[in-house]
T-cell receptor, first 114, second 114 residues
Framework: EAQVTQNPRYLITVTGKKLTVTCSQNMNHEYMSWYRQDPGLGLRQIYYSMNVEVTDKGDVPEGYKVSRKEKRNFPLILESPSPNQTSLYFC?????????????FGSGTRLTVV | KQEVTQIPAALSVPEGENLVLNCSFTDSAIYNLQWFRQDPGKGLTSLLLIQSSQREQTSGRLNASLDKSSGRSTLYIAASQPGDSATYLCAVRPTQGGSEKLVFGKGTKLTVNP
């Protein structure tokens, strides 16, 4: 089954403790992206990757890092989480540059930073 | 800068009613428009994708229309059911920007009462 898998689904952590949210897709998609969803602000893009070793900032990249060492994986790294990063996070993938079809989204990771 | 607005923010209807959700966007330079469904705390389920050259798409009781020139889309739900209760998100894929991102509206929260 074609899918985007995020882990963990829920995470509660303390300020400053480094964490990684994993994202994996099994569709051989070139493009992957991270969004965060906050009440009243909607979904906003954090980082995106056009292909292996190619990543770039989205609209709200501060406080986040990403890597794309393999095509299928696109982890989101919070080196020193802060309470304002409490949010619902989504990973998405699509075939690649210029593709105008559907984006596939993961089930989301609800992160709470205390 | 592309902005997407969804009206109303919340809607409550009795079961069986036909209803329309509205989405407007400020820049007509889009590849496509997509409607998503989101259940509380859950991921995004893609409902319908309309390419910029198309006027509408249908899936079961759902029909989405697109008027690119006026920057509007509607999602029509026929014979609503309590199981349709969810938040519905509209997203456009701009042709400008280079990040391949989707620009989301803040959603319409639909409640269908038995």
């Amino acid at each position: 089954e074609a899918q985007v898998t995020q882990n963990p689904r829920y995470l509660i952590t303390v300020t400053g403790k480094k964490l990684t949210v994993t994202c994996s897709q099994n569709m051989n998609h070139e493009y992957m992206s991270w969004y965060r969803q906050d009440p009243g602000l909607g979904l906003r893009q954090i980082y995106y990757s056009m292909n292996v070793e190619v990543t770039d900032k989205g609209d709200v990249p501060e406080g986040y890092k990403v890597s794309r060492k393999e095509k299928r994986n696109f982890p989101l790294i919070l080196e020193s989480p802060s309470p304002n990063q409490t949010s619902l996070y989504f990973c998405a993938s699509s075939l690649g540059l210029g593709y105008t079809g559907r984006y596939h989204f993961g089930s989301g990771t609800r992160l709470t930073v205390v | 800068k592309q902005e997407v607005t969804q009206i109303p923010a919340a809607l409550s209807v009795p079961e069986g009613e036909n209803l329309v959700l509205n989405c407007s966007f400020t820049d007509s330079a889009i590849y496509n428009l997509q409607w998503f469904r989101q259940d509380p705390g859950k991921g995004l389920t893609s409902l319908l994708l309309i390419q910029s050259s198309q006027r509408e798409q249908t899936s079961g009781r759902l029909n989405a229309s697109l008027d690119k020139s006026s920057g509007r889309s509607t999602l029509y739900i026929a014979a609503s059911q309590p199981g349709d209760s969810a938040t519905y998100l509209c997203a456009v894929r701009p042709t400008q920007g280079g990040s391949e991102k989707l620009v989301f509206g803040k959603g319409t929260k639909l409640t269908v009462n038995p």
